[in-house]
Nanobody, 116 residues
Framework: QVQLVESGGGLVQPGGSLRLSCAASGNGFSIRTKGWFRQAQGKQRELVADIDSGGTTKYADSVQGRFTISGDNVKNAVYLQMNSLKPEDTAVYFC??????????WGQGTQVTVSS
């Protein structure tokens, strides 16, 4: 059973940076894809970025050039480096793993607020 825990969220001024981390509770499983989603108040949850087991990454157009996703397969962790943050990046960010049998695992979410 996989449990995901996010960390690194907080309050940051526009133009600032944050690094989100997500770690799984155990290593007795295989993961196909690791990703980050976000959900702003009153809006639908959207994919921000993901990375597959081969290291291929994908980004939402809104964050391209500003965010970088990376993974550590040994630690079963995924990270999201967020630079040049904008107020519209304000949301709850969730990590999501897809297991080898296509089971989806979600973290509890971490709040990111970009405001002056």
């Amino acid at each position: 059973q996989v449990q995901l825990v996010e960390s690194g969220g907080g309050l940051v001024q526009p133009g600032g940076s944050l690094r989100l981390s997500c770690a799984a509770s155990g290593n007795g499983f295989s993961i196909r894809t690791k990703g980050w989603f976000r959900q702003a108040q009153g809006k639908q949850r959207e994919l921000v970025a993901d990375i597959d087991s081969g290291g291929t990454t994908k980004y939402a157009d809104s964050v391209q050039g500003r965010f970088t996703i990376s993974g550590d397969n040994v630690k079963n962790a995924v990270y999201l480096q967020m630079n040049s943050l904008k107020p519209e990046d304000t949301a709850v960010y969730f990590c999501r793993y897809i297991g080898v049998y296509y089971t989806h695992y979600w973290g509890q979410g971490t709040q990111v607020t970009v405001s002056s």
